[in-house]
């Protein structure tokens, strides 16, 4: 490749001294200069093989762009690779494609800053096409493994053309806009999540996410991640991988906060299933899962590759991943050893005829309601109180919750839901104590075995009974 790029180096300064000793203008004036550092455009004008190439500069008005001061490095795609990309695409000539495709295929190709091939290494870099969701620019995947790929479908075939804003790296094909589908397929280390979504011929998500009317934010597994995932509570495949889907958004990492969002994965009753993020230290998904690399940019979204398969989650998942959470976790655990409700509430099949059967509502009171108790409650007291926080054998949502609905708890009390609420409150609750003013502050943090409502105040049972 060395010995190509300096065939080409060397054939345009000998064009530019032919020029400089033979060209005058018709009053026998000084001659006309011919630069001998040629910019980017200039070596491709200079190369034969990349003529079609600076057709396509010039129709996408580009030409001007590639000689600014840069620098750049160009992936410059061979007259053949063209031809191959024109055929491929049913397009009889160069002037078939829209312009505004040609120009974000041709940006597709040139990354800001001069990389040689010495300097190039398996990552992802940024393009200077702006396909990506709202404009975003997208990534291109640099292999390095053997020679250097990008995008899994061009190779370098000859390195490091020097230019004066930059360098050149000739390809045998040229690199299309990637959809989400495309990035899993080209990263060696996706092949076991791409094999999770074909497995058995399977298209439903390869169809699914090269969908280019809709966004998606995927959170991609990385080959360890499959290795190490045991499936422990037996769930379907097909719904774990769909837990990794966001539909309909974008989610770049600058976005992403302390919160939930709805995945394409489901509950037994259709109920698509929530996400909590963390961004405390990084990105964390429902505690268990860290995004390892960010933000790479398709067309039709965002990839996040993670450490961990996202499991379908149960009530417990989210109680113990929300920091917002951390002294219910305690009461349930440390506080409450002779019960075991981290086991019950993990529960996602029925206990044969035992009482405390999925699936749970769980009204969940955050660190501020335990912290405006006098006092956390002895074990015995404090097992009942919890247990009066627990319905069981329905999955209630928010929209199925009327005006003074009653439901009974584990405790035995009934709680009573008022709407809609007061101030702030989504909805009004009574307790079994009578207590009034308890607020449910936010709904449907939905598991695989149940749902979660927020409480701002801990719930107190009839002690009398």
């Known amino acids: 490749m060395k010995t190509t790029s300096k065939f080409i180096k060397t054939g345009l300064l000998l064009l530019a001294v032919v020029f400089m000793t033979s060209c005058s203008n018709d009053d026998g004036d000084d001659p006309i200069i011919v630069s001998t550092d040629p910019d980017i455009v200039d070596l491709a004008i200079a190369t034969e093989d990349l003529s079609i190439l600076v057709s396509a500069l010039q129709r996408a008005d580009l030409v001007a762009a590639l000689q600014a001061d840069g620098p750049f490095t160009v992936f410059a795609p061979t007259n053949a690779a063209f031809e191959a990309f024109l055929q491929a695409n049913n397009f009889a000539s160069l002037e078939d494609v829209p312009v505004d495709v040609l120009t974000q295929v041709l940006l597709n190709h040139v990354v800001e800053g001069e990389f040689v091939s010495s300097s190039l ?221 981290a086991g019950i509430l993990s529960r996602t099949e029925g206990g044969n005829g035992d009482m405390i059967d999925p699936d749970f509502t ?45 439901a009974g708890t584990l405790e035995g009390d009934d709680i009573t839901i008022n709407l809609p609420g007061t101030g702030d409150n989504i909805a009004d609750v009574t307790d079994g104590s009578g207590a009034t003013g308890i607020g449910i502050v936010a709904v449907d943090v939905q598991a695989g075995n149940g749902v979660i409502h927020v409480l701002n105040q801990v719930m107190i049972p009839d002690t009398n009974n």
């Open 121 to 341: 290494s398996t990552t992802y870099v940024s393009s200077l096409s702006t396909a990506g969701p709202a404009g975003a620019n997208l990534s291109l995947y640099i292999d390095t493994a053997s020679g250097v790929t990008i995008n899994g479908i061009s190779d370098v075939t000859a390195a490091d053309v020097d230019a004066a804003n930059g360098v050149v790296h000739i390809v045998d094909a040229v690199i299309g806009l990637p959809n989400i589908v495309d990035h899993a397929v080209a990263n060696s280390g996706l092949t076991e999540l791409v094999g999770a979504l074909t497995d058995g011929g399977n298209t439903t998500f390869t169809d699914l996410l090269s969908d280019d009317t809709t966004e998606f934010t995927v959170f991609a597994p990385v080959n360890d991640a499959f290795t190490a995932f045991t499936n422990p509570n037996g769930n379907d495949l097909a719904n774990i991988l769909s837990n990794h889907v966001i539909v309909g958004t974008a989610a770049f990492s600058t976005a992403l906060s302390n919160s939930y969002v709805t995945t394409a994965g489901t509950n037994a009753d259709g109920d698509n299933l929530s996400l909590y993020i963390n961004t405390d230290s990084g990105v964390t998904l429902n505690g268990v899962s860290d995004v390892a690399i960010a933000d790479i940019v398709a067309t039709n979204g965002v990839i996040h590759a993670v450490t961990a398969v996202i499991d379908v989650p149960t009530v417990v998942t989210f109680a113990v991943a929300d920091p917002n959470f951390t002294t219910l976790v305690s009461a349930l655990t440390e506080l409450t050893p002779a019960t075991d409700f």
């Open 362 to 406: 769980v009204f969940a009171p955050t660190n501020a309601a335990f912290d405006a108790l006098t006092e956390i409650p002895e074990e015995s007291v404090l097992t009942q109180v919890l247990l009066h926080h627990v319905v069981a054998g329905a999955n209630v949502r928010s929209g199925d919750l009327t005006d003074g609905i009653m």
